[in-house]
């Protein structure tokens, strides 16, 4: 069972103290208030999970304090405490958004099913919001597939972070799997039953971003006509993912760090403090490093992001997993769009073994849709493939994939007459990979 932060309102001491001791003894936080008014100055203060409120008492009614909560916090989940001769208001104020009631005297084990029953439906609404706001922008990855030694690596870091609570920074083109990786590491982690959270800090204004992060309170700005949580909120007891952190202001910058070091944050126009326990990933496509040298990165973020990182390798540096995850989105369109696709000839997979992919596996992706989509038999063509290139036909013509790539380096060294460096930037491989290919290849400059 988990515990919940709760306040108890009510003006009779020993009940108060009674539903204290029984709360308390599950490991839940207790605060108490002896009237209407001085739980409204409480919840000023600070935000409570659950609140336990009786609903006649001397000044402000039990029904008066719920819908001043009500409008200002919806989220917390009220619990009214009433006598036989008040089921009907008690009634009411579920009408009014009350969560439940319990009537005296009651069984401080049925008190206890109603708050395990609160706190599990608190958590799902939780996983409920995100999935809503979130998996409208996932990726359409459903994997991490890969059997190149880039890849190995990866898989073996992601094994190895996934067991500690350490912040991750993970770096890498775009469209590389960044999100995909960070997902394998919460779904291998202590927090996989958590929710995984994730915002694209670069798809947002500053002044969207800070309400889409801490969220905001009713009337705190023009169009706030409702409370709304954030996704720091959201990604209590799970993992938060930062992708594109370097496109975030350096007063974004702050605020993040501030809250990456206490763990404790405001919404916007709010006044109560909000704790928050979550793991934090981040990913950036930028050189950090560099943004730090043109002061638009802070280094003290980059120290606190920085505690574990790796890079997710390009696609031309593992050009051997293209046919593995090139027939991985084959067989998923195929079936998304009903129809009978099967294969994917010789000569559309030397298309794509030529090709640099500059939009790494999410273009590849897109490729094979796309070929998908227009195509007409049961295996895809090269001329159903966007990259198609009607020169690269001349070359890939009966060939192997390695007669392919040796005929493509020769052609790009004869091009740069013979100049290693020059050569291996056109490639986009480094020179050490290049001289690799050259003698494994066996090719020769012509004297």
Known sequence: MGTAKILIVDDELIMRESLAGWLERDGHQIDKAASGEEALEML?????????????????SGLDVLKLVHENDPDVAVVMITAYGSVSTAIEAMKNGAFDYLMKPFDPNELGLLIEKIIDRQAQDRETLFLKEEYRERTRFESMLGQSRAMQE????IEDV???????????????????????????????DGPFVAINCGAFPEHLLESELFGHQKGAFTDAKASKKGRLELAHGGTLFLDEIGEISMRMQIDLLRVMEDRVFYRVGGTQPIEADFRVIAATNKDLAQAIRDRTFRQDLFYRLNVISFVMPPLRDRKEDIPILAEHFLHRFSQESNKNIDKISREAMDEMMLYEWPGNVRELENAIERAVVVGKGRTVQPQ????????????????????????????????????????????RIDRSTLYSKIKRYGIRRPD
């Open 162 to 192: 996934a067991s500690t609570d350490s912040t991750v920074l993970i770096t890498g083109e775009t469209g590389t799997g960044k999100g995909l990786a960070a997902k394998a590491i919460h779904s291998k982690s202590p927090r996989c």
């Open 384 to 427: 159903d493939l966007p990259i198609f290139s009607p020169e690269h036909r001349t070359i890939a013509a009966a060939r192997s994939l390695q007669e392919v790539e040796k005929a493509h380096i020769l052609t790009i060294l004869e091009e740069s007459d013979w100049n290693i460096k020059k050569s291996a930037d056109i490639l």
């Open 154 to 157: 990866v898989f073996r870091l």
């Open 44 to 60: 000023e203060k600070t935000r409570y999970d659950i609140l336990l409120l009786d609903i006649k008492m001397d000044g402000m």
